[in-house]
């Protein structure tokens, strides 16, 4: 009867905590169920009707596809290969991607550990003391010494009657959506950061070389205008002048060389190596194409793809399940525990049924009063709720203003190019005609050294202009969410096992994303 006994009494117990928790897991919750908020209703982002294309600038022009599809490898719509694998790298070895990934990770963790509460808690506990007790306190003038072994299983649940276990479990839910958006939006900020730098370096390195050039030709103009100085063709204070744009155009040359630098360390820092040993491949202007079809999602859709929107509405999810938390603190809490055990003085016997011992029953604990605590403390989960829901709202209005800010640039970007396009080639064509009058006799060397220093000035104009093009051409993918939706398994991380986001979206999350 000892050991089938113990099991026998075991499962009786175990059996009438598994019925209770089958009966108040499908109970109530109280506070908010949380709805997802409901897009904007606006289907465009500027005033007016919606940009079709730009203008022809360098003979390109950019269009405008309302409600296309975002490729998740945008980037690779420059055609540089050296930028896909500067990406690569970067995805392989940020520190900062790798860390948002761990805290995934953690939060995923975090979130398993919470579902525990669900199931009973069933705990094995032993003891083995020798005691004595005093013969006087039992009046008797012998004492006695002797041994005991114990060991007993206990099983307690807490009843979820108001659903504030459910409620915390939703909040850990909500936690780790925030930290998935977090990893995407690290990602998504990761690769702007290293296209944009890739271009800012390129469009520095180009400067640098014009800037050299508009230099030199300055310096001839300064030697030129010494000689006639000295020989009292030219005024003086002329040479003071040619001399002061001399100085103002070689004290912006460091400045230049100096923002190269700065690029090529950020762009080691951002694919995890040190600037000191980091040789960075040379990206020109030249190497990258200009992406000339421009997928544009309707305001709708980006509430759906942009990380920090969906961060914001986890946060607001998670501040939902809080006002439940608060709320069931209200009520009355239940649990039900059981214990059953076998105690002996000799541990060879401990299984005999003249040892066993057990109990089963219930508790609960109901606030009567806590000085407004409790009240409060769900007013200010309320408080915390609205909160969430306005910064929801100001995140998703800055993310559709980006995304009008983008668009706008394009466009200003290729008229302002355009223009500057003509006056380059104009400013050319004059130094063309310069460079023949002044073999023909027909004209100075002083002219033609003007002539070429407007020339290599009105290049630095429009390369800078060229590479604002292409950056901001990068923004548009980045203030649209990036693609990251279409993330395939090509895109994984070259590290073993590791997939660049640490979760992949289930198939009724990636519904959502396409069809909300």
Same mark, same amino acid.
């Given at each position: 009867?000892?050991?089938?006994?113990?099991?026998?009494?075991?499962?009786?117990?175990?059996?009438?905590?598994?019925?209770?928790?089958?009966?108040?897991?499908?109970?109530?919750?109280?506070?908010?169920?949380?709805?997802?908020?409901?897009?904007?209703?606006?289907?465009?982002?500027?005033?007016?009707?919606?940009?079709?294309?730009?203008?022809?600038?360098?003979?390109?022009?950019?269009?405008?596809?309302?409600?296309?599809?975002?490729?998740?490898?945008?980037?690779?719509?420059?055609?540089?290969?050296?930028?896909?694998?500067?990406?690569?790298?970067?995805?392989?070895?940020?520190?900062?991607?790798?860390?948002?990934?761990?805290?995934?990770?953690?939060?995923?963790?975090?979130?398993?550990?919470?579902?525990?509460?669900?199931?009973?808690?069933?705990?094995?506990?032993?003891?083995?003391?020798?005691?004595?007790?005093?013969?006087?306190?039992?009046?008797?003038?012998?004492?006695?010494?002797?041994?005991?072994?114990?060991?007993?299983?206990?099983?307690?649940?807490?009843?979820?009657?108001?659903?504030?276990?459910?409620?915390?479990?939703?909040?850990?839910?909500?936690?780790?959506?925030?930290?998935?958006?977090?990893?995407?939006?690290?990602?998504?900020?990761?690769?702007?950061?290293?296209?944009?730098?890739?271009?800012?370096?390129?469009?520095?390195?180009?400067?640098?070389?014009?800037?050299?050039?508009?230099?030199?030709?300055?310096?001839?103009?300064?030697?030129?205008?010494?000689?006639?100085?000295?020989?009292?063709?030219?005024?003086?204070?002329?040479?003071?002048?040619?001399?002061?744009?001399?100085?103002?155009?070689?004290?912006?040359?460091?400045?230049?060389?100096?923002?190269?630098?700065?690029?090529?360390?950020?762009?080691?820092?951002?694919?995890?190596?040190?600037?000191?040993?980091?040789?960075?491949?040379?990206?020109?202007?030249?190497?990258?194409?200009?992406?000339?079809?421009?997928?544009?999602?309707?305001?709708?859709?980006?509430?759906?793809?942009?990380?920090?929107?969906?961060?914001?509405?986890?946060?607001?999810?998670?501040?939902?399940?809080?006002?439940?938390?608060?709320?069931?603190?209200?009520?009355?809490?239940?649990?039900?525990?059981?214990?059953?055990?076998?105690?002996?003085?000799?541990?060879?016997?401990?299984?005999?049924?003249?040892?066993?011992?057990?109990?089963?029953?219930?508790?609960?604990?109901?606030?009567?009063?806590?000085?407004?605590?409790?009240?409060?403390?769900?007013?200010?989960?309320?408080?915390?709720?609205? &909160? %969430?829901?306005?910064? $929801?709202? /100001? !995140?998703?209005?800055?993310?559709?203003?980006?995304? +009008?800010?983008?668009?706008? =640039? *394009?466009?200003?970007?290729?008229?302002?190019?355009?223009?500057?396009?003509?006056?380059?080639?104009?400013?050319?064509?004059?130094?063309?005609?310069?460079?023949?009058?002044?073999?023909?006799?027909?004209?100075?060397?002083?002219?033609?050294?003007?002539?070429?220093?407007?020339?290599? &000035? %009105?290049?630095?104009? $429009?390369? /800078? !202009?060229?590479?604002?093009?292409?950056?901001?051409? +990068?923004?548009?993918?980045? =203030? *649209?969410?990036?693609?990251?939706?279409?993330?395939?398994?090509?895109?994984?991380?070259?590290?073993?096992?590791?997939?660049?986001?640490?979760?992949?979206?289930?198939?009724?999350?990636?519904?959502?994303?396409?069809?909300?």
């Amino acid at each position: 009867m000892d050991e089938h006994l113990f099991h026998a009494n075991a499962k009786y117990i175990l059996a009438r905590l598994s019925a209770v928790w089958l009966l108040t897991a499908t109970g109530c919750a109280v506070g908010p169920d949380f709805v997802r908020p409901q897009p904007p209703e606006t289907e465009r982002y500027v005033p007016g009707k919606p940009l079709q294309e730009t203008v022809s600038a360098d003979g390109q022009i950019q269009y405008f596809e309302q409600g296309a599809e975002i490729a998740a490898d945008w980037w690779q719509l420059f055609h540089s290969p050296k930028l896909d694998a500067l990406v690569k790298e970067a995805i392989a070895n940020n520190p900062t991607l790798e860390s948002a990934q761990a805290s995934l990770q953690q939060s995923q963790d975090n979130l398993q550990a919470g579902y525990g509460v669900f199931f009973p808690q069933i705990d094995l506990g032993g003891t083995a003391s020798r005691q004595k007790f005093s013969a006087a306190r039992f009046g008797s003038p012998v004492s006695s010494t002797f041994n005991l072994f114990t060991l007993s299983a206990s099983v307690s649940y807490a009843l979820d009657v108001f659903g504030a276990q459910r409620r915390t479990v939703e909040a850990l839910g909500a936690s780790r959506d925030m930290q998935h958006y977090t990893v995407i939006a690290t990602y998504l900020t990761l690769i702007g950061n290293i296209v944009n730098t890739v271009i800012a370096r390129a469009g520095y390195e180009a400067q640098i070389q014009t800037t050299q050039q508009l230099i030199e030709s300055q310096r001839e103009q300064v030697k030129l205008t010494e000689s006639q100085t000295q020989a009292g063709i030219i005024e003086y204070e002329k040479l003071v002048n040619l001399r002061l744009q001399l100085e103002v155009l070689e004290s912006s040359l460091p400045r230049l060389v100096q923002k190269r630098s700065q690029a090529e360390h950020l762009l080691a820092t951002l694919i995890g190596q040190f600037p000191g040993e980091h040789e960075f491949e040379e990206i020109d202007l030249a190497d990258l194409s200009l992406p000339t079809n421009l997928p544009i999602s309707l305001p709708s859709s980006l509430v759906r793809q942009r990380p920090d929107i969906l961060l914001a509405e986890a946060q607001l999810h998670q501040s939902s399940a809080n006002i439940g938390i608060a709320t069931a603190a209200m009520f009355p809490s239940f649990t039900i525990n059981g214990t059953y055990g076998q105690n002996n003085r000799n541990l060879l016997d401990i299984f005999l049924s003249s040892g066993n011992f057990w109990s089963i029953g219930t508790n609960f604990v109901a606030p009567l009063f806590h000085g407004g605590t409790l009240w409060f403390q769900r007013k200010a989960a309320i408080d915390a709720f609205q &909160q %969430s829901r306005a910064q $929801y709202r /100001q !995140t998703t209005l800055d993310a559709l203003a980006q995304v +009008a800010d983008v668009l706008l =640039a *394009l466009k200003y970007d290729a008229e302002a190019l355009q223009h500057q396009s003509q006056e380059l080639h104009l400013a050319q064509e004059r130094m063309h005609l310069m460079q023949a009058n002044y073999q023909a006799g027909l004209v100075n060397y002083q002219q033609v050294s003007i002539a070429e220093s407007q020339y290599f &000035q %009105s290049k630095l104009n $429009y390369l /800078q !202009t060229l590479a604002l093009r292409f950056q901001d051409t +990068a923004a548009l993918f980045v =203030a *649209l969410g990036g693609g990251w939706w279409n993330i395939e398994e090509k895109t994984r991380s070259p590290r073993d096992d590791e997939i660049l986001f640490d979760v992949k979206l289930s198939e009724e999350e990636t519904d959502k994303v396409k069809t909300d």
